[in-house]
Nanobody, 114 residues
Framework: QVQLVESGGGLVQPGESLTLSCVASGFDLTMHHMGWYRQAPGKERELVADISRNGGIINYADSVKGRFTISRDNRRNTVWLQMTNLKPEDTAKYYC???????WGQGIQVTVSS
């Protein structure tokens, strides 16, 4: 069955960095558009970044442009979200997602606080 397993979250201070990983299984990653969403308490889930099957087309939310980078390695069945210069407003639960379906991971918490 389709599984998306996130890792790499945690508590960091403003200005620091984190890299989230999403390991996919149960399907051929090369055939799927992937991405990351996040949801903060009391807010709707929002798209952070997504990436096409071969990585040629990438989109970012305006709030993370220039700070976050999404990437993928289909041979390793992994999608990453590199987050730099983190801000308190980046605090949320982050979800890996597969557009066709859609399918979601269980989510991982990122907290940015001094």
């Amino acid at each position: 069955q389709v599984q998306l397993v996130e890792s790499g979250g945690g508590l960091v201070q403003p200005g620091e960095s984190l890299t989230l990983s999403c390991v996919a299984s149960g399907f051929d990653l090369t055939m799927h558009h992937m991405g990351w969403y996040r949801q903060a308490p009391g807010k709707e889930r929002e798209l952070v970044a997504d990436i096409s099957r071969n990585g040629g087309i990438i989109n970012y939310a305006d709030s993370v442009k220039g700070r976050f980078t999404i990437s993928r390695d289909n041979r390793r069945n992994t999608v990453w979200l590199q987050m730099t210069n983190l801000k308190p407003e980046d605090t949320a639960k982050y979800y890996c997602y597969r557009r066709r379906g859609p399918y979601w991971g269980q989510g991982i918490q990122v907290t940015v606080s001094s």
